[in-house]
């Protein structure tokens, strides 16, 4: 049924049923031929498949075959001839007992396309049967009195064959008071009747011995024979009657034993004990004798068997009433059996076709035809399977039904069906049957392979061993079998720059990823790819996932010493007033490290000084301060050894050497002072060296505080103009120093460096902040990106 159709399911049903009953008559016609009974086994009915104008070559591709509603199969069909065979010999008396004609329905079932063909044999009689009497004695008691002319009925022979070759005529012996007629009960059956041809004389004869001869019309004729002793009874004028001469009778056929089926009535109008009747069956068969019985006093027939409406309709019991003088009646009670819904319909397959493909509509799943033995309302059916299946009911002819798939199916959705086939009659209470089928639902490969994740992100620590397990990527593929068995292969980045077959492989059974050499964190911190999972079908479905894979950095890289540099030339002295109060800063260690997080966390500690106790180092920031005044004590020339140490695991540390020198007051910052020898307050003579020395010095500051104003202005100009072309991507000059997030400078924050004169000694005197914000350089573009320590003047 369409899921969209909101008629209800019996009522489609019920018209569906009358709109097939109707074509159905149609297609009813069928092909008739005719064998005779006993015909030997192997003999050739006809030539069906010319008659019904198949091809004898495409029988066998097309499956022909017989189907019938019974489990006996007569006939064979020969596929490569087109031959209907008989298999074994036909009793037709078996078969079909006394109906005439004798016809066996069948029908071959073609396929590819479905065809029914209806065939009819008709199976013909042989005299293979004689006229039989079932008593072989027969008495009869006539009264002496009886008039010539007096016609006596007598039990009648029984000859299974039909037609010319059943019983046709009696006859009896010669004898001087008898000749017998022969008689036909209305349905067909002939009986004897005895006539009278002399009056009968008790004193002179009281017993006539006749032979009574049944022959039938066959070629040559059989007969059957039975003694008759006739016995002449003394007077008795009056013989029963009968109140009519048929009585009709009907009775359920599921009726329990012992029902009243009928009475009759016989009046005698003699007197005393001639007048005593009784009754009793006159000839009538075994099976009748066991199915009912005659009380022979109330004439009340009841039933004491089982009926079988569907075995037999109609009973005719022949009834005979007797006085005690020998004088008797007949009638006949025509009994008929009713019918009752007893019988459940019957579905017999013809064919299962399972397991079907998902993608195949209009595929015939299964062949059947349904039965019910009951007649009339009881014997109609309705077939129906359950609603919302994929699946329909289509009539053919003689009750058959073929059960088709409507629509494209999907395993993957359900991979088998349970069908109930129900076939229920129209009786009250109606009777159903119902038979269960499976189908199964075989794979396509219409299913993509599916990644449980849409990317993958995974993470390897730098200095790795080759060949490291890093992670895995799944996809999973609904259909089964070969269809859902899936491969995995690396796809090379679109810009073909990065040999990803040199840092990554992949295990093509379960999707491993492995990491083919040792990563490094400063070289690359970020890169990715794309993973195609194909599964085995035929054509290939394929599906992709982009994986990640981050780099974990380790603590690799000692700190670098950015001021003052180590760099083995003339140290850098820092100078310091001696009228300096404690906490004075003296200069700041800046320092870097290569690695990221904890790894580039640093701290300071001073290693040695030539006076502990006169400097301190602040351990977050590296700043060198004074710890308490200065006194003439303290030697001009300070030498301290500051470590720098990072936060990794190991810690790695490198230490940085300082050279301070304690001046009475700052000369100019960019020229270098040579040591002096210390001058005595008594000394008058060199009092006027000091006073142009003093001057000297005071105009070479002036001058130099002019000079770094305008190369000061000059530079600010030019960084602005650089960070106004400064994004997300740019890249520093390769003379720049990445410290963001790193070593002792905050974030987002260039440092300009500026030396004293003779930059070659590599002394800084001071740190200034050259651009207040820098945008945050993360990982991006998958490559290692640093944002830069720049030195203004030009030193690497």
Same mark, same amino acid.
């Given at each position: 049924m369409r899921a969209k159709d909101k008629t209800p399911g019996w009522m489609r049903q019920v018209v569906f049923l009358i709109i097939y009953l109707n074509i159905s008559e149609l297609w009813s016609e069928s092909v008739r031929y005719s064998v005779l009974e006993e015909s030997e086994s192997g003999f050739v009915v006809a030539n069906v498949a010319k008659d019904l104008g198949l091809i004898i070559g495409n029988l066998s591709v097309r499956e022909a075959r017989i189907i019938s509603k019974s489990d006996e199969h007569y006939f064979h069909f020969n596929l490569k001839s087109g031959d209907l065979i008989l298999k074994e010999k036909l009793d037709r008396e078996f078969l079909c007992e006394q109906k005439d004609p004798c016809v066996v329905n069948f029908q071959i079932l073609v396929e590819n396309p479905l065809e029914f063909f209806g065939l009819e044999i008709t199976v013909g009689d042989i005299n293979d049967h004689s006229p039989v009497f079932l008593d072989k004695e027969i008495i009869l008691n006539i009264p002496e009195n009886s008039p010539v002319g007096t016609e006596i009925q007598m039990q009648s022979a029984q000859d299974l064959d039909v037609g010319t070759n059943s019983l046709q005529e009696y006859t009896i012996s010669p004898n001087s008071h008898f000749h017998i007629k022969t008689r036909s009960h209305s349905d067909g059956r002939k009986y004897p009747e005895l006539v009278l041809d002399k009056t009968l004389d008790r004193e002179k004869q009281a017993e006539i011995q006749l032979t009574i001869t049944a022959t039938d019309g066959g070629s040559p004729p059989r007969s059957g024979t039975a003694e008759v002793h006739v016995l002449v009874v003394d007077i008795n004028d009056n013989a029963p009657v009968f109140t009519q001469p048929r009585y009709e009778a009907q009775i359920l056929e599921n009726s329990r034993a012992g029902s009243l089926v009928s009475t009759v009535t016989a009046n005698d109008f003699d007197a005393g004990i001639n007048g005593e009747i009784s009754y009793k069956f006159f000839h009538v068969s075994d099976h009748i004798q066991k199915t009912f019985e005659i009380n022979p006093i109330s004439g009340e027939i009841r039933l004491i068997g089982e009926l079988d409406f569907e075995t037999r309709q109609s009973y005719m019991i022949d009834i005979q009433a007797s006085d005690v003088g020998g004088l008797s009646a007949k009638c006949t009670v025509h009994v008929q059996v009713m019918d009752v819904n007893d019988n459940r319909p019957e579905i017999t397959m013809s064919s299962i076709n399972s397991p079907i493909p998902e993608n195949s509509p209009e595929t015939v799943v299964a062949v059947f035809s349904i039965s019910d033995r009951d007649s009339g309302d009881n014997g109609k059916m309705i077939c129906s399977i359950q609603d919302h299946l994929p699946f329909i009911l289509k009539p053919t002819v003689e009750n058959f039904f073929t059960l088709v798939a409507h629509r494209t199916l999907d395993r993957?959705?359900?991979?088998?069906?349970?069908?109930?086939?129900?076939?229920?009659? &129209?009786? !009250?209470?109606?009777?159903?049957?119902?038979?269960?089928?499976?189908?199964?639902? *075989?794979?396509? =490969?219409?299913?993509?392979?599916?990644? =449980?994740?849409?990317?993958?992100?995974?993470?390897?620590?730098?200095?790795? *061993?080759?060949?490291?397990?890093?992670?895995?990527?799944?996809?999973?593929?609904? $259909?089964? #079998?070969?269809?859902?068995?899936?491969?995995?292969?690396? &796809?090379?980045?679109? /810009?073909?720059?990065?040999?990803?077959?040199?840092?990554?492989?992949?295990?093509?059974?379960?999707?491993?990823?492995?990491?083919?050499? *040792?990563?490094?964190?400063?070289?690359? +911190?970020?890169?990715?790819?794309?993973? +195609?999972?194909? $599964?085995?079908?035929? %054509?290939?479905?394929?599906?992709?996932?982009?994986?990640?894979?981050?780099?974990?950095?380790? =603590?690799?890289?000692?700190?670098?010493?950015?001021?003052?540099?180590?760099? #083995?030339?003339?140290?850098?002295?820092?100078?310091?007033?001696?009228?300096?109060?404690?906490?004075?800063?003296?200069?700041?260690?800046?320092?870097?490290?290569?690695?990221?997080?904890?790894?580039?966390?640093?701290?300071?500690?001073?290693?040695?000084?030539?006076?502990?106790?006169?400097?301190?180092?602040? %351990?977050?920031?590296?700043?060198?301060?004074?710890?308490?005044?200065?006194? /003439?004590?303290?030697?001009?020339?300070?030498?301290?050894?500051?470590?720098?140490?990072?936060?990794?695991?190991? %810690?790695?540390?490198?230490?940085?050497?300082?050279?301070? &020198?304690?001046? /009475?007051?700052?000369? $100019?910052?960019?020229?270098?002072? %040579?040591?002096?020898? +210390?001058?005595?307050?008594?000394? $008058?003579?060199?009092?006027?060296?000091?006073?142009?020395?003093?001057?000297?010095? *005071?105009?070479?500051?002036?001058?130099?505080?002019?000079?770094?104003?305008?190369?000061?202005?000059?530079?600010?100009?030019?960084?602005?103009?650089?960070?106004?072309?400064? #994004?997300?991507?740019?890249?520093?000059?390769?003379?720049?120093?990445?410290?963001?997030?790193?070593?002792?400078?905050?974030?987002?924050?260039?440092?300009?460096?500026?030396?004293?004169? #003779?930059?070659?000694?590599?002394?800084?005197?001071?740190?200034?902040?050259?651009?207040?914000?820098?945008?945050?350089?993360?990982?991006? =573009?998958?490559?290692?990106?640093?944002?830069?320590? +720049?030195? !203004?003047?030009?030193?690497?």
């Open positions: 993957e959705s359900q991979s088998e069906y349970n069908v109930t086939i129900t076939v229920s009659d &129209l009786g !009250s209470p109606s009777l159903k049957t119902e038979q269960n089928i499976t189908v199964l639902i *075989s794979d396509v =490969n219409d299913n993509h392979p599916i990644f =449980n994740q849409t990317s993958y992100t995974l993470y390897v620590r730098e200095n790795n *061993s080759p060949a490291l397990y890093i992670g895995s990527v799944r996809a999973v593929d609904r $259909d089964s #079998g070969q269809n859902a068995r899936v491969s995995y292969s690396l &796809l090379s980045p679109e /810009d073909g720059d990065f040999p990803l077959s040199t840092y990554i492989s992949i295990n093509s059974d379960n999707g491993n990823l492995y990491a083919l050499r *040792s990563m490094d964190y400063e070289a690359i +911190r970020k890169f990715h790819f794309a993973v +195609r999972a194909v $599964d085995s079908g035929s %054509p290939a479905l394929s599906n992709q996932t982009v994986v990640w894979v981050v780099v974990l950095d380790d =603590n690799d890289n000692s700190p670098f010493v950015l001021y003052p540099l180590q760099n #083995g030339t003339s140290p850098c002295n820092d100078l310091v007033p001696r009228w300096a109060e404690a906490g004075y800063l003296v200069t700041k260690v800046v320092a870097v490290d290569s690695d990221s997080a904890q790894n580039s966390w640093l701290s300071f500690q001073l290693l040695k000084a030539t006076d502990p106790g006169l400097f301190s180092v602040w %351990p977050h920031n590296g700043e060198v301060r004074t710890t308490r005044l200065i006194t /003439d004590r303290d030697a001009i020339k300070q030498s301290l050894v500051v470590l720098v140490k990072d936060h990794g695991e190991p %810690p790695l540390s490198t230490a940085a050497t300082l050279h301070v &020198l304690l001046v /009475d007051g700052f000369s $100019d910052p960019y020229i270098r002072i %040579p040591e002096m020898p +210390r001058i005595g307050e008594q000394e $008058d003579s060199l009092t006027m060296y000091l006073v142009i020395a003093l001057a000297s010095v *005071s105009f070479l500051f002036l001058f130099s505080v002019i000079v770094f104003i305008v190369v000061k202005l000059w530079s600010r100009r030019r960084d602005t103009t650089e960070a106004s072309n400064l #994004g997300p991507e740019c890249h520093f000059p390769g003379h720049l120093v990445d410290i963001n997030s790193t070593g002792t400078l905050s974030h987002n924050y260039r440092y300009e460096v500026c030396l004293t004169t #003779g930059s070659g000694n590599s002394e800084f005197q001071f740190l200034k902040p050259v651009i207040p914000s820098l945008p945050d350089q993360g990982v991006g =573009n998958h490559r290692d990106e640093k944002p830069p320590f +720049r030195n !203004s003047l030009g030193f690497n």
